[in-house]
């Protein structure tokens, strides 16, 4: 990960909380993991969005939409395919029966044959007709959709143009009349002269006007025909497809016949080698040709899905339903009609527009947005002008730019930037999103409140103002922040409560102000007693898996293009059977089989040679052993467990059973080490030629099926709640009326609640700049106590200042009797922490014999940008607090991050990490 790809996590929703404020005020305790989940979903540009993005179950309706449309261009070349095998092979019967005349021959069969041929070359003559003329209207299409496109560019420099010269016209002030004595003709003249030109241009603007809304309807009217030109192409194209079809029974009809009748032709037909790889060709592009419709279905399936879902939105958001009906109703208005102009003045007059003089679009569509609460536009410096509004979007971390793998919802605010310039040129509102297009409604849109639609990618189309995602942020303000979530994994903490709200204590949701009895979880022994399990990456597994997985650990990053890794590989692949070199064969399968089988996982000693090193007889064998479980994206609802294994399939057709050479279908295999957030986490043999880790969403349509380790062996798996239940005791009981509940260790809670206060403060700054006069001295105010000025580039590194202010402010980590060097020096303050004993190494420098330690929430992070190891001197060059760890990552807050408080987030074996201070050591 470069230092440029490190991204920013918005926490500017979170208020600055005081010391004097107490946590109970707060009400229930609510989640730092679940709270920062939305900011981590929400930040632009994140790693983990971006990972996102690259799922292949990508749930971004443009990526779905293209995929479609290559999987139909897949699909017709597969249909051809299948038209030429079937060529070949009428072709081969053909020589095949006038090779093998007989007098024996039905009478008749030869005729029928050939009328059958006929039917079908004409069919096919026709199909290609149709396909040529299908082909020549899309292209038509095309170019009558640019032309749409440039129209609407010339309509709204015309619109803009005509505003203008209205406005200037409007501005036009007549010469006082002259006094006495005086003459003033010359300007009178000079101001009829100018009055009477900008008249001409209003008129001739007009003209163009009317001229370019006459062109629109042509092309509207000829997008029309078009649309019904294709339809009929297209329906033409498949009743020659069903004529095809019906030709060929009648030609295997009469050959069959003949067959039956003519004992040469039928000993002939049986024996022929050509005639039999011709026939499996065919069957094999007819399955083909089956799992890409199937794959067409399965992504417009999604796709309807996504977007019903989408749409719904605004049926179950009542601010976004009600904005879209009074904008429905008002669509048709024109500024042109005095009565209408003064119903869309009603809206833009809110932000001083007059829709006969000024240009309204961005007027009408964020006054409409903000008061119907859809979205607050009060803090937008400007919401008449549209490149002010996105600015103002980035700012407020709403801005989705176009193609950045954002599916727009109702409600949204669209800016389209018409000159592809880089500068937003007009807005509307999306009213729904269907068919590969949004449908919008706009102010000022040929002079009215107009619906207009584009297609989803449409370059036109600059960015979205995400107004879901502001309600998102608003929801949490004042919201509390717990490090330490559900009760089950706290117990012996102190939780607080507001009477009346839930809680969760060991699993189960009671209510304060009742007596409710609460269990402390057990210890990890007590756990791994009771199920029989153990830890292995937060989930429990038969020992057998967690050793499988600590080998494979061990194993990854091998490459087969290393001689030496190789031969390593190899070694495993040849330990049960007749192995596979790896630098010259495909090795995942053997790869599978070879570590389940060794660590006893999966039993695979009884199988046969090829079923070790090919995947789909691998599949075929655990469905004959009662193992096989189908995937979500394929019709099952198995959630698989660690140790089990997982096929694939990269054209993503389901396991249909044998091709026909009697093989089975699935290209790769790998092994399942856990499931976690609609995740599948997977460590993989030849994966990039590699021993590697993999991710997917559970529904990826790749995924075809699991083999269900555990059913073989009779697995006993488990999860912490059964543990903390099995192994968990009485601790306390909640007495009625009380509004907390007091268990074994208050300290802990009590310290729970200063890092969470601090983090709240720190996280409200989020954004705050070095540069700007206020903040700066807010933040100097907070370093106050180390003398450094923040603004002061001689003495301003001000990162391990604020850290050290902040966390002995709340308590969190004591530096009172530091030196001022340990104050300000993130060097000198890591050798504080080692000298006290609470320096913790990173995953990326851990020395030998040192266990890996994963950071909480209030610890301190240190960063050396050069990604070297600290080596005992004082040369950190940064430092931050760590607010979370989750699905391999740090979620960070730092001051001094560029000049700014900012967040951030790091893979947690990034090298430049090199230690942390476990403040509750300290403690």
């Given at each position: 990960m470069s230092i440029s790809s490190v991204s920013s996590l918005n926490y500017s929703s979170f208020n600055a909380v005081s010391t004097e404020n107490s946590y109970a005020d707060f009400g229930s305790s609510v989640d730092i993991n679940e709270l920062t989940a939305d900011f981590v979903e929400f930040s632009e540009g994140s790693g983990a969005a971006n990972a996102a993005a690259d799922k292949p179950a990508a749930q971004n309706i443009n990526e779905l939409y293209n995929r479609k449309s290559q999987a139909q261009g897949e699909l017709g070349e597969l249909k051809n395919k299948v038209d030429d095998n079937q060529t070949k092979l009428n072709d081969r019967r053909e020589e095949l029966s006038k090779a093998n005349q007989d007098e024996n021959g039905s009478k008749g069969t030869d005729e029928n044959y050939e009328a059958a041929k006929k039917e079908l070359e004409a069919a096919k003559t026709a199909k290609t007709a149709a396909q040529n003329e299908l082909t020549r209207a899309s292209q038509e299409g095309t170019a009558n959709d640019q032309a749409i496109s440039a129209n609407n560019q010339a309509k709204a420099s015309n619109a803009a143009s005509l505003s203008a010269a209205q406005a200037e016209l409007a501005s036009l002030t007549p010469p006082a009349a002259a006094k006495e004595g005086e003459?003033?003709?010359?300007?009178?003249?000079?101001?009829?002269?100018?009055?009477?030109?900008?008249?001409?241009?209003?008129?001739?603007?007009?003209?163009?006007?009317?001229?370019?809304?006459?062109?629109?309807?042509?092309?509207?009217?000829?997008?029309?025909?078009?649309?019904?030109?294709?339809?009929?192409?297209?329906?033409?194209?498949?009743?020659?497809?069903?004529?095809?079809?019906?030709?060929?029974?009648?030609?295997?009809?009469?050959?069959?016949?003949?067959?039956?009748?003519?004992?040469?032709?039928?000993?002939?037909?049986?024996?022929?080698?050509?005639?039999?790889?011709?026939?499996?060709?065919?069957?094999?592009?007819?399955?083909?040709?089956?799992?890409?419709?199937?794959?067409?279905?399965?992504?417009?399936?999604?796709?309807?899905?996504?977007?019903?879902?989408?749409?719904?939105?605004?049926?179950?958001?009542?601010?976004?339903?009600?904005?879209?009906?009074?904008?429905?109703?008002?669509?048709?208005?024109?500024?042109?009609?005095?009565?209408?102009?003064?119903?869309?003045?009603?809206?833009?007059?809110?932000?001083?527009?007059?829709?006969?003089?000024?240009?309204?679009?961005?007027?009408?569509?964020?006054?409409?947005?903000?008061?119907?609460?859809?979205?607050?536009?009060?803090?937008?410096?400007?919401?008449?002008?549209?490149?002010?509004?996105?600015?103002?979007?980035?700012?407020?971390?709403?801005?989705?730019?176009?193609?950045?793998?954002?599916?727009?919802?109702?409600?949204?605010?669209?800016?389209?930037?018409?000159?592809?310039?880089?500068?937003?040129?007009?807005?509307?509102?999306?009213?729904?999103?269907?068919?590969?297009?949004?449908?919008?409604?706009?102010?000022?849109?040929?002079?009215?409140?107009?619906?207009?639609?584009?297609?989803?990618?449409?370059?036109?189309?600059?960015?979205?103002?995400?107004?879901?995602?502001?309600?998102?942020?608003?929801?949490?303000?004042?919201?509390?922040?717990?490090?330490?979530?559900?009760?089950?994994?706290?117990?012996?903490?102190?939780?607080?409560?507001?009477?009346?709200?839930?809680?969760?204590?060991?699993?189960?949701?009671?209510?304060?102000?009742?007596?409710?009895?609460?269990?402390?979880?057990?210890?990890?022994?007590?756990?791994?007693?009771?199920?029989?399990?153990?830890?292995?990456?937060?989930?429990?597994?038969?020992?057998?898996?967690?050793?499988?997985?600590?080998?494979?650990?061990?194993?990854?990053?091998?490459?087969?293009?290393?001689?030496?890794?190789?031969?390593?590989?190899?070694?495993?692949?040849?330990?049960?059977?007749?192995?596979?070199?790896?630098?010259?064969?495909?090795?995942?399968?053997?790869?599978?089989?070879a570590i389940l089988q060794e660590h006893g996982v999966y039993d695979t000693s009884d199988l046969s040679w090829t079923n070790h090193i090919r995947c789909g007889e691998m599949m075929h064998e655990a469905q004959k052993d009662g193992c096989l479980e189908l995937s979500q994206a394929h019709g099952g609802d198995y959630t698989p467990h660690s140790g089990d294994a997982i096929f694939f399939s990269w054209d993503k057709k389901a396991w249909e059973g044998q091709r026909a050479d009697g093989s089975y279908y699935e290209d790769h295999i790998g092994i399942v080490e856990k499931v976690e957030n609609g995740k599948i986490y997977t460590i993989e043999g030849n994966s990039g030629n590699a021993v590697s880790r993999k991710e997917y969403a559970i529904d990826d349509p790749r995924i075809t099926g699991f083999i269900n380790t555990g059913k073989q062996n009779g697995f006993n798996y488990g999860d912490g709640a059964q543990a903390a239940e099995i192994s968990g005791e009485e601790a306390a009981a909640v007495q009625s009326g009380s509004s907390a509940e007091s268990v074994t260790d208050p300290r802990a809670a009590e310290f729970d609640e200063k890092v969470n206060q601090m983090l709240k403060e720190w996280g409200s700054m989020e954004g705050w700049s070095e540069d700007d006069p206020v903040q700066g001295a807010l933040i100097n105010e907070i370093i106050q106590r180390t003398g450094l000025n923040c603004a002061d580039d001689e003495n301003g590194a001000w990162c391990c200042a604020f850290f050290t202010s902040m966390a002995e402010k709340y308590g969190v980590y004591d530096t009172s009797d530091s030196s001022w060097e340990t104050l300000v020096g993130c060097g000198y303050l890591m050798q504080k922490a080692q000298g006290e004993g609470t320096l913790r190494p990173s995953q990326a420098h851990l020395e030998e014999g040192q266990e890996p330690y994963t950071p909480q929430a209030g610890d301190a992070i240190f960063i050396d940008w050069d990604g070297e190891a600290w080596d005992g001197g004082t040369e950190e060059d940064h430092v931050g607090v760590v607010v979370k760890v989750e699905d391999g990552v740090v979620y960070t807050l730092e001051g001094n991050a560029d000049d700014h408080v900012m967040a951030r987030e790091y893979p947690i074996d990034d090298p430049r990490i090199t230690g942390y201070i476990d403040v509750r050591a300290q403690s």
């Open positions: 003459d003033n003709s010359a300007a009178v003249s000079a101001y009829q002269q100018k009055k009477a030109a900008i008249e001409a241009k209003i008129s001739q603007l007009n003209a163009e006007k009317a001229k370019l809304e006459s062109e629109s309807q042509q092309l509207q009217a000829k997008k029309s025909q078009i649309e019904q030109t294709k339809a009929a192409k297209q329906s033409e194209v498949s009743q020659q497809d069903a004529a095809m079809q019906a030709a060929q029974q009648k030609m295997d009809a009469a050959k069959n016949k003949e067959a039956e009748n003519n004992p040469k032709f039928k000993e002939a037909l049986q024996n022929d080698e050509q005639t039999k790889t011709v026939q499996n060709e065919l069957a094999e592009s007819k399955q083909a040709v089956s799992g890409k419709e199937k794959e067409i279905q399965q992504l417009e399936d999604q796709i309807a899905k996504l977007e019903a879902s989408n749409n719904d939105y605004a049926k179950t958001a009542p601010n976004v339903s009600n904005m879209l009906g009074q904008m429905g109703d008002m669509v048709g208005l024109s500024e042109n009609n005095p009565e209408e102009a003064a119903k869309i003045n009603d809206v833009t007059n809110r932000s001083g527009i007059d829709c006969q003089t000024t240009p309204w679009c961005a007027a009408y569509a964020m006054n409409k947005l903000d008061e119907n609460g859809v979205l607050d536009t009060s803090s937008c410096p400007n919401v008449n002008y549209c490149p002010t509004i996105e600015n103002w979007g980035k700012d407020q971390n709403i801005w989705e730019k176009q193609g950045n793998g954002y599916t727009p919802r109702p409600g949204d605010g669209v800016l389209f930037d018409w000159e592809q310039d880089g500068v937003s040129d007009h807005i509307g509102v999306i009213e729904k999103v269907a068919d590969g297009k949004i449908y919008t409604i706009e102010g000022n849109s040929g002079d009215a409140v107009s619906r207009r639609e584009y297609d989803l990618n449409s370059e036109e189309v600059r960015g979205y103002l995400n107004c879901s995602k502001q309600q998102a942020q608003g929801a949490q303000d004042n919201a509390p922040l717990s490090i330490y979530g559900e009760a089950k994994e706290a117990a012996g903490l102190t939780v607080a409560v507001a009477e009346g709200d839930a809680m969760e204590v060991a699993g189960e949701e009671n209510t304060a102000g009742e007596t409710v009895a609460a269990e402390e979880a057990g210890t990890a022994g007590e756990a791994e007693a009771a199920n029989g399990l153990v830890d292995y990456n937060g989930q429990l597994v038969p020992p057998q898996v967690k050793e499988m997985f600590d080998h494979l650990d061990s194993l990854e990053g091998l490459n087969a293009a290393n001689w030496e890794d190789a031969q390593t590989i190899n070694g495993i692949l040849g330990k049960n059977w007749e192995s596979i070199d790896c630098q010259t064969n495909d090795w995942c399968c053997a790869f599978a089989t």
